[in-house]
C-alpha cells in the first residue's frame, strides 16, 4: 500500500510570508492529522480531520494557521502570515476512524522561516 | 493532565550493546501505547503497539513491554546497530474527553561504532 505523501519537503520563506504544505493520506483511511513538530520535541496536534469534517483543532493557531479537507482526502495546511517560531517539520498522518489501531505518518514538510 | 514522560532524553551506546528506552504516562483511562522510531528528517515509523491487556510486543530486536498497573512501559533494543541511531517517540491513547493520543517529546538513541 502506498503511504502518507507531503509535499514540499523543504520549504524556506521569509517571515510574514504565507505557505502551504499538501498532504494525501493511504487512500480508504477516514482520518487525517496535522502535527506541527519543533527540534528536539515530540509531534503536537495541531488538527484531526474525520473524512471532511473537524475534529479537533483545539491547539490550531486559527489567527494563522487553517487547513482543510475537501472531498474527505487530500488536504492543505496553511499558514498565513509566519512567524520564525513557526519553524519546525510538519507532519501530516492517516488512520482508519480513531486511529486506535496505530497510524501511518508521512516523510514530513520541514519550514524555515528566516 | 494527560501526559507522557520519557527518559533519558538522549543516550550513547556502542554498536552491539543492548539498551532501554522508558516511559511513564498519566494518560487514563488508558487505550493503546505505540513506540515509534523516528530517523533524522523521515516521519515517525510505528515498531509496536499495545492494548490494556498486552504486557509484551516484539518486533525484530525491539522489544517494548506496558505495565498498566503502574502506567509504565519500556523498550528494550537488543544487539544496537548503527541503524538505530534516531528518535524513539512513546505515544500513548486514551479516552479522557474524548479519544486523546498523547506524544513524549522522545529518547534521542545515538549508536557509535
Known amino acids: 500500500e502506498a503511504g502518507v505523501a507531503q509535499s514540499p519537503r523543504y520549504k524556506i520563506i521569509e517571515k510574514r510570508q504565507s505557505v502551504a504544505f499538501w498532504c494525501n493520506p493511504i487512500?480508504?483511511?477516514?482520518?487525517l492529522y496535522w502535527y506541527q513538530q519543533i527540534l528536539g520535541q515530540g509531534p503536537k496536534l495541531l488538527i484531526q480531520?474525520?473524512?471532511?469534517?473537524?475534529?479537533?483543532d483545539s491547539q490550531l493557531p486559527k489567527d494563522r494557521f487553517s487547513a482543510e479537507r475537501l472531498k474527505g482526502v487530500d488536504s492543505t495546511l496553511k499558514i498565513q502570515p509566519a512567524k520564525l517560531e513557526d519553524s519546525a517539520v510538519y507532519l501530516c498522518a492517516s488512520s482508519h476512524a480513531t486511529g486506535a489501531y496505530g497510524y501511518t505518518f508521512g516523510s514530513g514538510t520541514r519550514l524555515t522561516v528566516v | 493532565k494527560n501526559q507522557v514522560e520519557q527518559s533519558p532524553q538522549s543516550l550513547i551506546i556502542l554498536e552491539g550493546k543492548n539498551c532501554t528506552l522508558q516511559c511513564n504516562y498519566t494518560v487514563s483511562p488508558f487505550s493503546n501505547l505505540r513506540w515509534y522510531k523516528q530517523d533524522t528528517g523521515r516521519g515517525p515509523v510505528s515498531l509496536t503497539i499495545m492494548t490494556f491487556s498486552e504486557n509484551t510486543k516484539s518486533n525484530g530486536r525491539y522489544t517494548a513491554t506496558l505495565d498498566a498497573d503502574t502506567k509504565q512501559s519500556s523498550l528494550h533494543i537488543t544487539a544496537s546497530q548503527l541503524s538505530d541511531s534516531a528518535s524513539y517517540i512513546c505515544v500513548v491513547s486514551g479516552m479522557a474527553g474524548g479519544f486523546k493520543t498523547i506524544f513524549g517529546a522522545g529518547t534521542r538513541l545515538f549508536v557509535k561504532a
Open positions: 480531520f474525520q473524512n471532511n469534517g473537524v475534529v479537533d
Open positions: 487512500s480508504g483511511h477516514a482520518t
